[in-house]
């Protein structure tokens, strides 16, 4: 391996566990803030023991969520010089955003909220939660952005070799960041329903009846954003069949162009990055010009002429991505993302039948599902990343053009163990901490025949 290879390797990976955790604390924090809510009107206390106990796990995923990113955008200066370089002026305004607005606003309400519990009023320490649940969708929103431009670079010009940015609305607002965050906090709303779910799972399986409304909520939540996720996917893959041909023919392992095309179910081929062709290839007929056209005639183009068309249009080179990992990583997030939906569904029918508590498999089931959204987030990434190479940015700057030219292979592996074993200490004590917390339960019921105390508990 060379410098490049271990720098793209860092970045891979420390984006995998970073975005991981930021899935759950965007889930978590409307949880805890519905809980709250839930609370605040009702004054029924089993809804503050529950926000109380969630509220753990949430500040816990904010402050490796925070720990991590912070750490990972060390990178840019470090591995990515002529990218940074590249897009400095383009980034500006998303990460300033994310920066000085959504993640200032954060730390100071999160702080508010977590300090404030018997010293603010409750209708105020309250909306301290919802400030920071909007803006952690704005933080994500804004980094999101930032990379829908490497997707589909819009309102900029090229000036001595570098972007300069001549229109900030086209990147903060476009079609593709608008499908991206859809899909993107849909999952996270996904991935803290899961959660939720599995925890109250865990502690119903243990007699504490107080987890069946948890339950009962996250499964509800859970299964319209599985497909609301599954939805704004959907069009997402249908928008890049027109701005990014080459990632979804990736995906595909659609090699010659077809008309219609046929919807590959499973495929097999040769050990190498572009192997040129399948050994084994399953298809449903014209399933694939249906879904992306409403049609069963339209054409959709192969890996071949879209290689030629990039020839032709940048020069010699290989731009096809790696066909393997895109066709399985595309299947890893769309297989997890049914399974999600089968999981959701089954334990709405058990709730609708009065069943869910006493479904010591499905609740088991529910347990081990939470596993799965971290694979689909997994799948979904290396298939949005990935995808687009060779490109860093798409058209416009390869990845082998991006990185730092004086960084040597030794200074990026030592970069590369040190961050692995920041991440590895990080996640082994949040793991100890979240167990050991959430082991405990919910705080005890405060008797009705103790007034003092339960009035105490009931104000905080």
Known sequence: MNSLDLARWQFGLTTLLHFAVVGVSIGLVFYVAVLQTRWHRSGDERWLRLTRFYGKAMLLSFAVGVVTGILQTFQFGMNWSRFSAYVGDVFGAPLALEGLGAFFVEAVFLGLWMFGWGRLPRRLHLACLWIVAGATVLSAYTILAANSWMQNPVGYELVDGQARLTNVWPVLVNTNVLLTAGHVLSASLLTGSVIVLAVAAWQLLRGRELFAAAASMALKIGLVTAVASATFGHFQGVLAV???????????????????????????????????????????????????????????????????????????????????????????????????????????????????????????????????????????????????????????????????PNVGVWAVALSLGAYLAFYAVTFWFAGRTLVRELDHGAEPEVPAADPVRRDLALTY
């Open 242 to 404: 027109r701005e990014q041909p080459m990632k979804m023919a990736a995906a595909e392992a659609l090699y010659e162009t077809e008309s219609p095309a046929g919807l590959s179910l499973f495929a097999l081929a040769g050990f190498a990055a572009n192997p040129g062709d399948l050994l084994v290839d399953v298809k449903l007929p014209a399933a694939l010009s249906l879904l992306n056209d409403l049609s069963t005639d339209s054409t959709v183009r192969g890996i071949n002429d879209l290689q030629a068309e990039a020839v032709a249009e940048h020069g010699p080179g290989n731009y096809v991505p790696i066909v393997g990992l895109m066709y399985w990583s595309f299947r890893l997030m769309v297989g997890s993302g049914v399974l999600l939906i089968g999981v959701m569904a089954l334990g709405c029918w058990l709730l609708w039948r009065g069943r869910l508590e006493r479904s010591a498999r499905f609740l088991r089931l529910a347990m081990v599902a939470a596993a799965v959204p971290f694979v689909a987030q997994a799948g979904g990434w290396i298939l949005r990343e990935g995808g687009r190479q060779p490109w860093i940015v798409d058209g416009l700057l390869r990845t082998d053009a991006a990185n730092s």
